[in-house]
């Protein structure tokens, strides 16, 4: 009997109780479900913001720099001990080394001279140029520490030397003065310690072979170095005006010629400067342009390569990305057909129709202006059909509409939708190009464009 009981029991179901979190949750997600399937299927179109900009395209060359430079040999065998700094201009007569017999002076100076202090002045000089070296200092060009490297061990011998010389009079009690031989520069100009066999090379005599940086050597000139009679002890570049040559095709040097005078850019500086185009053919055909300058030449007068820009086009205006660049036909029409509308606010034509009775009407049909000749305006032609008439206000002249025209422009979207603005490009690129600003029928600094042209169409209303 108990066991009859147990097999009626009944498992009870609480019944669903709906609530107002419940309710919440549900209109939450039907929201967000919503939403991403809107997100899938609806038409993406990305904006793009006008700036103001310029262009400049890839003409960077590895250019060789040509000098007046005479090389100084010594007169004498001697230990050698500089006192001009490298890259400083050097008067006739000045002192740029002298030349110890005994070598007995090096041996003054590492003795006598260790315990000496610069002055106040003289680490002021220092610290100029480690500064400078600092703050103009580009991992690309690393060969530049060993220039700096060699010019802050002259700066320092020069200082150094300069204090022997103010105390004369200690060389003198040593007995070593009349074996040392105060040389002085035979000319003015810019002082240079090294060599490299590029000095006495012309324009005309370059090669290809001349332009690989792997097959350069560049021998420095150190002080405190014993020096046989006639070897080279450094030398003067006695002329500011100056050259860079660069390889380029005969397209490219046909074009430099014409231009006469190029702006250049030094990529080691990033300061400009205005070069004379020359172009040479050597005896195995190869084409050189030289860019001769009458500036500049000490700021690079221990470099023989230089990296430099050739800033061909330097357009200045709104910069725009070329994907947003599209074409649009529009009707031609005479401009004296082209009328304001009732409110006097808007343009538009007047059309010829005709009523169910078969007698001629006209209506005043709108249409935006995109661009206009001396004598024609650019219609949309939104509202207007090809073979339709307008007519000349004030007039029973007739136009038959059947010219059409196309005008470079973008999708400004300002307002919401897609609306073409005509542009005026002044020079591009592959990505870019820079376009008339605050032109009648076209864009302004900061007015919002489609960036893909090709993605939407004419009056498509955009949705963000």
């Known amino acids: ?117 610069l002055t106040s002045q003289d680490l002021a000089e220092l610290k100029s140029e480690i500064l400078g070296f600092v703050n103009n200092f580009d991992p690309e060009y690393f060969s530049s520490v060993y220039d700096f490297k060699f010019s802050v061990q002259g700066t320092v011998l020069k200082l150094a030397n300069a204090n022997i010389l103010e105390n004369i009079d200690s060389i003198n009690q040593a ?38 940086v792997r097959n350069y050597e560049k021998t420095q000139l150190i ?22 040559v660069i390889q380029v095709d005969s397209d490219k040097a046909d074009e430099l010629l014409e231009k006469e005078f190029v702006k250049v850019k030094f990529l080691k500086n990033q300061d400009t400067s205005w070069g004379e185009v020359s172009r040479h053919t050597n005896e195995a055909g190869e084409i050189f342009v030289e860019l001769s300058f009458n500036n500049s030449m000490v700021t690079f007068c221990t470099d023989r390569f230089i990296d430099v820009e050739l800033i061909l086009e330097d357009e200045t205006g709104l910069k725009i990305p070329n994907s947003s660049i599209v074409k649009k036909e529009f009707f031609i029409v005479p401009k004296e057909y082209v ?77 919401g939708y897609a609306d073409f603005k005509q542009i005026d490009v002044l020079y591009d690129n592959d990505e870019y190009s820079i376009v008339k600003s605050n032109t009648q029928y076209g864009l302004s600094a900061y007015d919002y464009i489609v960036l893909d042209a090709q993605a939407v169409e004419d009056d498509e209303f955009i949705y963000n």
């Open 175 to 212: 007995g070593i003065a009349e074996l040392i031989s105060f040389c002085n520069a035979p000319d003015t100009g810019i002082v240079i310690y090294s060599m490299d066999g590029y000095e006495d090379k012309t324009a005309q005599e370059l090669t290809e072979a001349d332009f690989d």
């Open 223 to 244: 002080s405190n170095e014993l020096i046989a009679a006639g070897d080279p002890v450094y030398k003067l570049s006695t002329n500011e005006d100056w050259s860079i």
């Open 339 to 415: 009328t304001k509308g009732g409110n006097g606010n808007s343009d538009g034509v007047l059309r010829e129709t005709y009523a169910e009775d078969g007698t001629v009407t006209t209506e005043f049909v709108e249409t935006a202006i995109h661009g206009e000749t001396e004598t024609e305006y650019y219609l949309d032609d939104i509202s207007l059909r090809i073979g339709e008439y307008i007519l000349k206000p004030e007039s029973t002249e007739k136009y038959a509409l059947s010219k059409r025209g196309s005008l470079t422009g973008v999708y400004n979207i300002n307002k």
């Open 1 to 117: 009997m108990e066991q009859n009981r147990n097999n009626k029991i009944v498992k009870y179901r609480k019944p669903l109780n709906i609530n107002i979190g419940m309710v919440i949750f549900a209109v939450i997600l039907v929201y967000i479900v919503i939403c991403v399937f809107m997100y899938f299927t609806q038409k993406h179109v990305e904006g793009h913001q006008v700036t103001v900009g310029s262009l400049s395209t890839n003409n960077i060359y590895k250019g060789i720099a040509l000098r007046d430079e005479e090389i100084i040999t010594a007169s004498q065998a001697g230990y050698v001990n500089y006192y001009a700094r490298e890259g400083e201009r050097v008067g006739v007569g000045n002192l740029v080394y002298t030349l110890d017999e005994s070598g007995r002076l090096a041996d003054y100076l590492n003795t006598e001279v260790s315990g000496s202090t």
